[in-house]
């Protein structure tokens, strides 16, 4: 049998190269190997909050961008969250079997509330118990995430291990898989900070359907250093080393050692030109996709039919849990 593999986005913006790399490369390399679940992550999105108008616009242009970077609906199961109840009721399920001194340790939600942001929801804090749900109804072996997601993967084991001595075998337990290189895409203004949506001005995040011009002048500008040697060195060439993870993910992870040697004795700005080539080369090809898919169907035939397949999956895996814990009286 083949293993299963289940990721989800949270498209709280508009997805980004780091999307791309970190995660939705992933998912599409795995669904010729795996039995590939992914989800768009319409409840986490609310847990902040959202222009209805826009978030609409965001899961539309989601959907697509997962059809247009290659995720195949024949071969993976391609759905929206909130299509499947399953996820909320078993999310409330692994809330009330969650200590609080585990969601305190999370550190997306200690970083937030740092900041200082005012009147986070209670949703936020509880994020991690929701996702949780989100993996186990899929019993996957793998859950391909970027390095920020790595904790809450180890809170689902945690919470499902122990789940598991109480109850008996009812989860089973995967494990995260983060890629060698891109797990942590950095922005192109300040290379000590990830690229993210929530990045000031935007300069420093490259976003899917960005013009292509406009791509390439965010990389021609990035942060790089004084050295002038293009080497993969991320502790003292943070930026250097940040544009030549992009250049060796985007060509099929190219060995680092001969992105520096293309670029030996040559200076900064042949290397960002490079860099931009490969950037927009691949923008281009997903952006010629997303619009023959966005005005299309496919997105409605795509949705229905993954939602009825996670639903399958789903209802049994929450049936054996309630079950189990003593919650059911009629079959
Ligand atoms: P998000 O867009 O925050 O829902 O993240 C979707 C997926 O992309 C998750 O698996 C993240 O770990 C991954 N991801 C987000 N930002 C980056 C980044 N800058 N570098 C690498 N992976 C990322
Ligand atoms: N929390 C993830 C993010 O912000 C999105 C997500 C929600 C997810 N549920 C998941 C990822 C389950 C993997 C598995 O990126």
Same mark, same amino acid.
Request: glycine letters at 6%; charged letters at 25%.
């Given at each position: 049998?083949?293993?299963?593999? %289940? ?7 508009? %997805? ?11 998912? *599409? ?35 697509? %961008? ?25 999310? $409330? ?21 740092? &900041? ?10 509880? $994020? ?9 109804? $899929? ?13 809450? *993967?180890? %809170? ?16 089973? *337990? ?6 060698? *290189? ?30 292509? &011009? ?46 520096? &040697? ?28 997303? $619009? ?8 409605? /035939? ?14 049994? /895996? ?14």
């Amino acid at each position: 049998m083949k293993h299963r593999m %289940l990721s989800g986005i949270k498209p709280t913006g508009q %997805l980004h190269l780091g999307s791309y790399i970190g995660a939705l490369r992933q998912f *599409v390399q795995s669904q010729e190997e795996y039995e590939m679940v992914a989800f768009i992550a319409n409840l986490h999105c609310i847990t902040v909050p959202q222009e209805p108008a826009e978030l609409q616009k965001n899961l539309r242009d989601c959907v697509a %961008l997962y059809l247009a970077c290659g995720l195949d609906p024949k071969k993976s199961i391609i759905f929206l969250q909130t299509d499947v109840m399953e996820h909320a009721q078993l999310g $409330y399920i692994m809330c009330c079997h969650t200590y609080l001194g585990e969601l305190n340790r999370m550190t997306q939600f200690k970083d937030k509330q740092a &900041k200082g942001e005012a009147n986070l929801s209670g949703g936020l804090y509880t $994020y991690p118990t929701l996702m949780a749900a989100d993996i186990l109804l $899929y019993e996957p072996d793998y859950v391909p995430v970027g390095e920020d997601q790595k904790q809450h *993967v180890e %809170l689902c084991r945690d919470v499902a291990i122990r789940m598991n001595n109480r109850y008996g075998e009812i989860f089973h *337990v995967p494990e995260p898989m983060i890629p060698e *290189v891109g797990a942590r895409i950095m922005s192109l203004t300040d290379p000590t900070h990830k690229m993210s949506k929530s990045d000031g001005l935007n300069r420093g995040c490259i976003y899917l359907l960005d013009d292509l &011009k406009d791509a390439r002048k965010k990389i021609m500008s990035a942060k790089t250093d004084s050295l002038g040697i293009v080497k993969y060195d991320p502790e003292n060439q943070p930026g250097i080393a940040n544009l030549i993870q992009i250049m060796s993910s985007l060509q099929d992870d190219r060995p680092f050692e001969d992105i520096e &040697k293309e670029f030996e004795g040559k200076g900064y700005g042949d290397f960002k030109r490079a860099v931009a080539d490969v950037v927009c080369g691949k923008l281009e090809e997903i952006q010629k996709r997303y $619009y023959e898919i966005i005005d299309s169907d496919l997105i409605e /035939t795509t949705l229905k039919d993954g939602a009825d397949r996670a639903r399958a999956i789903a209802s049994v /895996t929450l049936d054996r849990v309630q079950r189990a814990i003593g919650m059911e009286i009629i079959d």
